[in-house]
Nanobody, 121 residues
Framework: QVQLVESGGGLVQPGDSLRLSCAATGITFSTYVMAWYRHAPGKQRELVASITTEGNSNYVDSVAGRFTISRDNAQNTVYLQMNNLNPGDTAVYSC???????????????WGKGTLVTVSS
């Protein structure tokens, strides 16, 4: 059974930092592209950051320079270090694992349930 379990969310003040973790079980972690999405109230779900199997990362413009995604294949865990948080970062952050096949119909994708990050003074 595949499980992605996020942790590390909470209530912080503007300017603070948080590190989110997502522990994966039931998948060959190193073969999956890992990503963090967020869903804020009244907004569409947004891809925040992703990291390839080779360790290459990408970020949405609004977090570039503040957030860092990383992965530990030995621990089957992906992290999101979030610095200089602002109220606009308030959202439920969810972990995503995706393995791409030669044919898209064979792609595999899994989601965690999410962890709430609230940035407020």
């Amino acid at each position: 059974q595949v499980q992605l379990v996020e942790s590390g969310g909470g209530l912080v003040q503007p300017g603070d930092s948080l590190r989110l973790s997502c522990a994966a079980t039931g998948i060959t972690f190193s073969t999956y592209v890992m990503a963090w999405y967020r869903h804020a109230p009244g907004k569409q779900r947004e891809l925040v950051a992703s990291i390839t199997t080779e360790g290459n990362s990408n970020y949405v413009d609004s977090v570039a320079g503040r957030f860092t995604i990383s992965r530990d294949n030995a621990q089957n865990t992906v992290y999101l270090q979030m610095n200089n948080l602002n109220p606009g970062d308030t959202a439920v952050y969810s972990c995503n694992a995706r393995r791409f096949a030669l044919s898209p119909k064979y792609d595999l994708e899994f989601w965690g349930k999410g962890t709430l990050v609230t940035v407020s003074s």
